[in-house]
């Protein structure tokens, strides 16, 4: 008797190694085969052709085009660095790879935490807006990465606007979205860290008087808060008489 698991699995697996040969013929026959040149990241085949190529296996195909995306920079004889990769063309395979699965998390992993180690301020703000943009499509699945990225945002780019423009992305998704408090509080978190503190009053001051904050941990951070910059502004109201 077939065992109709296994037979899945099977078919899965020849999917996936499909997609991946169509992938690699239609690089071999678009670029030079010359191993001692750097290839450029060639733009990604439309999603109906990795479909097709993929025997309609679309979660096969998005993990097979993800596996050959993350091995491009390892050419034959040739290491590249990633400040080599046009960012614009690897973000549509990053989409790409997505609207394959839209479940998949890996391609902002990817994003927010491996295609972030470049020294290049452009690329960074393309894979950094990448990832806020596709956090809208689902708040509560992709906050690590938007969180991870208003982080690199305020230490690596010293961009502390935008590192504020994902902090507060965060902070104003609708509470009935499961984001943990500490990823809503990065805005606030921010703001102390600038010495914005009239404006983090008065924000800790509305969420507070809003209702919006159930959690009684949460309340009690917040209290803190601006507990904390009452007694280090009355202490520089000492000093200073």
Do not use: C
Not at 96 to 124: F, G, W
Not at 163 to 173: C, I, P, V
Not at 189 to 204: A, D, K, M, N, P
């Amino acid at each position: 008797m077939i065992d109709a698991r296994a037979t899945g699995k099977r078919i899965g697996l020849w999917a996936a190694f499909a997609a991946a040969l169509a992938l690699n013929a239609a690089w071999y026959f678009t670029v030079r085969q010359n191993d001692a040149v750097v290839r450029a990241l060639p733009p990604p085949p439309s999603v109906n052709t990795v479909r097709i190529a993929s025997l309609s296996e679309p979660v096969a195909a998005a993990k097979a085009v993800m596996l050959w995306l993350q091995a491009f920079d390892n050419q034959p004889g040739i290491s590249i660095p990633f400040s080599r990769l046009d960012y614009q063309t690897l973000v549509t395979w990053l989409k790409t790879v997505r609207e394959l699965d839209p479940r998949s998390q890996y391609p902002l992993l990817a994003a927010s935490r491996i295609y972030t180690a470049v020294n290049d301020e452009e690329k960074l703000r393309t894979i950094m807006d990448y990832v806020f943009t596709e956090f809208y499509k689902d708040p509560a699945a992709h906050w690590p990465w938007l969180a991870q990225v208003a982080v690199l945002a305020k230490h690596r780019l010293q961009d502390q606007t935008l590192a504020l423009k994902y902090a507060r992305a965060l902070a104003d998704t609708r509470r009935d979205i499961d984001i943990p408090a500490w990823a809503r509080q990065l805005e606030l978190v921010l703001l102390e860290e600038q010495g914005e503190l009239e404006t983090l009053r008065v924000l800790i001051g509305g969420l507070l008087i809003s209702g919006k904050i159930t959690d009684a941990q949460e309340q009690r951070y917040l209290e803190l808060m601006l507990h904390r910059m009452d007694t280090s502004q009355q202490q520089s109201t000492n000093q200073t008489k």
